[in-house]
T-cell receptor, first 113, second 114 residues
């Protein structure tokens, strides 16, 4: 069955460092992958989308990579700030049909001042 | 710009009662999604509407759950009768033209069934 794995343990990093979050998947051939941020008591907020034919995408301090051979996406936040502390969800979408999106369970990031 | 609006934000009710959750999507979005989020299972898709028509309801747990979208600006998710295992946060999201577009989420309804 399709499986999306994100590190369930919280990631603690020092302010100013680069945070790297991992999203691995099995039994899936996604056409695209999205990353969302979720703060406590709030709904997820879209950050970035990367398609299967793209290796890397950047937006300000954010960078996403997508390796369809390794079946993995890496999400980087450079020069991390305490305000970046949140849970980050990856979501995979298929091709054809209505392109259903399936979410991972998320990784909690804590940036320590 | 108004985002996705959900009501109520919190609902506490007793087992066996009917629960109705409401959602107003972003104007102009033609896709609407209902999700359930729990610590154990994460964010699960319950049902997807496109142009007010249910396209995929394979995630609806059982017949106790039903969803409607009578028009482009309103949707409901109903649980009848409710059970303690239905306790979760329920999110509504909308997007332009299906799942490959960014989804805009409401802030959810935290449901507790006693």
């Amino acid at each position: 069955s399709q499986k999306i794995e994100q590190n369930s343990e919280a990631l603690n990093i020092q302010e100013g460092k680069t945070a790297t979050l991992t999203c691995n998947y099995t039994n899936y051939s996604p056409a695209y992958l999205q990353w969302y941020r979720q703060d406590p008591g709030r709904g997820p907020v879209f950050l970035l989308l990367i398609r299967e034919n793209e290796k890397e995408k950047r937006k300000e301090r954010l960078k996403v990579t997508f390796d369809t051979t390794l079946k993995q996406s890496l999400f980087h936040i450079t020069a991390s700030q305490p305000a970046d502390s949140a849970t980050y969800l990856c979501a995979l979408g298929g091709s054809g049909g209505y392109q259903k999106v399936t979410f991972g369970t998320g990784t909690k990031l804590q940036v320590i001042p | 710009d108004a985002g996705v609006i959900q009501s109520p934000r919190h609902e506490v009710t007793e087992m066996g009662q009917e629960v109705t959750l409401r959602c107003k999507p972003i104007s102009g979005h033609n896709s609407l999604f209902w999700y359930r989020q729990t610590m154990m299972r994460g964010l699960e898709l319950l049902i997807y509407f496109n142009n007010n028509v249910p396209i995929d309801d394979s995630g609806m747990p059982e017949d106790r759950f039903s969803a409607k979208m009578p028009n482009a600006s309103f949707s409901t998710l109903k649980i009848q009768p409710s059970e303690p295992r239905d306790s979760a946060v329920y999110f509504c999201a909308s997007s332009l033209c299906g799942g490959n577009q960014p989804q805009h989420f409401g802030d959810g309804t935290r449901l507790s069934i006693l």
